[in-house]
């Protein structure tokens, strides 16, 4: 709905898309079969009424059972007149379009390697994987038949070895532009794996060898001009802070560069136009959670579509992530149950084990392995509560200039000298930088709020059993405040742009409608 919507064959607005995807949810309506019925029933703009039930009759003798390629063709080329315009447009925007839906289409004819869900389902998650792994990129490459096109070729440097132009143009020369940061290995070989590295550890190996393949792009992009070189380097970011440049720019000898120290520059969208600011009026029940603003910080347009839209944080669930979420509802159980008493390792197992055959990996080949793994949390979790009276784990507000945000601890408790501890409980590891994250600044904040100074504040982790008072520095607690003033005036403000990651977008539940924010505003209901 939200991307398809945002066409102007539909011309839905977001208030529509919202009531909409609301129905949905709400009544549990299967989106492809159940939309006829929604236009009676959902409470729609009169364009947006009329844009729904020409979405229904294209969408009429569709099947999600179909494959990719036989959906989009048929929803191209007979349903609508969306191939026929693309096919007949003068403008290079809409030739390049004919040509990125054609390579799509012929993308699509190849089988699947993915086995798993309906066919539709099995290519949405091929792409993710291909972007996640940065195979795509041959799929960028323009086909011959367009390169007649009066226009400027885009291409990453890696696609431009071997080819060279009449006049190159290199973007974004800063120091953290090109050459790219280091983002270090997801998964790095052991010390001494990898023949050449001598003294050197994995890590650093890895970082040497980062800088020489950023050394190599360079000489790569600047080489593949004919006549004419041009490099550029935006000395300001958005938010107007200065930029470095890029260290490759000082290699240039001085006498072969003309340097244009004030360049012509193209005026910026205005704020009526900027797809990223949108009006909200907040339902009255809506409230700022600590893990709310964490989401905003993490990416605000993921935040926008999961809790301001409503459209779910739905993940491909494996079966590492359902004994998780096994745990966390566990926890959640124990808060209830502590109330009264500690439940004992028998009691908790009992309840564990409800929780597991609802939602746990049962039947996955690992499924023993996956719930021994439970079993040592439990013990972890009951473990870290001995000898402690437990309260009520109600929500501690954190009043901030800026709003209000409220903390939802894991546990709270009375130790036996008195002290009140306020606890965040994690199925993973302690991280290095995991106490400079903003959930802890929140909750020192809050448990100080509503217990005074002498309350402890504390992190247990039930992977690697680490339970301790979290070490918040005065310094930390304070840039976060600010921080968190900052965010929720910019959620107030309406502003919710993308923060693009080529590791974490492609496992966003939001990946394939990012970018297709509709237009107006939305109120909560």
């Known amino acids: 709905m939200v991307r398809v919507g945002t066409l102007p064959r539909y011309a839905l607005t977001l208030q529509d898309i919202y009531q909409i995807a609301k129905t949905i949810r709400d009544d549990d309506i299967s989106t492809l079969e159940g939309l006829a019925a929604l236009q009676a029933d959902v409470a729609l703009s009169v364009c947006g009424r009329a844009g729904l039930a020409q979405l229904v009759e294209d969408l009429t003798d569709l099947k999600n059972t179909s494959t990719a390629w036989e959906f989009l063709a048929s929803y191209l080329l007979d349903k609508t007149n969306h191939a026929r315009d693309i096919a007949t447009s003068k403008t290079i925007s809409g030739q390049m379009k004919g040509v990125a839906i054609w390579q799509f289409l012929n993308f699509l004819r190849d089988e699947v390697p993915i086995k798993d869900g309906l066919p539709i389902e099995r290519t949405l998650a091929r792409i993710r994987q291909m972007v996640l792994l940065a195979e795509e990129r041959d799929l960028r ?113 001085p006498h072969l560069v003309t340097q244009i120290e004030n360049p012509d520059q193209l005026s910026g969208p205005s704020i009526t136009d900027d797809p990223n600011t949108i009006e909200v009026c907040w339902s009255d029940t809506w409230r700022m959670t600590e893990s709310r603003l964490t989401a905003y910080e993490r990416c605000p347009r993921r935040f926008f579509y999961t809790h301001v839209m409503g459209l779910g944080s739905a993940r491909k669930m494996t ?35 409800d929780i597991w055959q609802r939602r746990g990996p049962v039947g996955h080949a690992y499924a023993a392995a996956y719930r021994q793994l439970a079993s040592r949390f439990i013990r972890n979790l009951l473990a870290a509560g001995d000898g402690r009276e437990f309260l009520e784990a109600k929500r501690l507000p954190v009043e901030l200039s800026s709003g209000t945000v409220f903390v939802e601890p894991s546990e709270i408790s009375r130790q036996q000298d008195g002290t009140i501890s306020v606890r965040r409980v994690r199925t993973g590891y302690c991280r290095s930088d995991e106490y400079s994250r903003l959930e802890y600044a929140l909750y020192k904040l809050a448990a100080q709020a509503e217990y005074g100074a002498g309350v402890l504040v504390e992190a247990l982790h039930l992977t690697d059993n680490i339970s301790e008072p979290v070490p918040t520095t005065d310094r930390v607690i304070l840039n976060r405040s600010k921080s968190s003033n900052k965010m929720l005036d910019q959620i107030a403000a309406g502003q919710f742009p993308a923060d693009t990651d080529p590791i974490s977008c492609p496992r966003c539940p939001h990946f394939f409608i990012c970018a297709a924010t509709p237009r107006g505003r939305i109120k909560q209901s």
Not at 321 to 341: A, F, G, P, Q
């Open 319 to 353: 079966a590492f992530s359902k004994t998780h979420d096994c745990i966390y509802d566990l926890i959640r159980w124990l808060k209830v149950e502590r109330l009264s008493e500690a439940p004992s390792l028998a009691a908790a197992e009992s309840a564990f084990d």
């Open 141 to 253: 490459q323009v086909p011959d038949a367009a390169l007649h096109m009066n226009a400027v070729r885009l291409m990453t440097v890696h696609g431009s070895k071997g080819l060279e132009f009449e006049a190159v143009h290199v973007p974004g020369l800063t120091v953290a532009s090109f050459p790219s940061s280091n983002r270090g290995q997801r998964c790095p070989p052991p010390d001494g794996m990898v023949e050449g590295s001598d003294i050197l550890s994995a890590k650093e190996f890895a970082k040497q060898a980062h800088a020489t393949e950023e050394e190599c792009l360079f000489f790569v992009a600047i080489s593949r001009a004919q006549k004419y070189l041009n490099l550029y380097l935006p000395k300001k970011q958005p938010n107007g802070n200065n930029r470095s440049e890029s260290k490759f720019l000082s290699w240039l000898p």
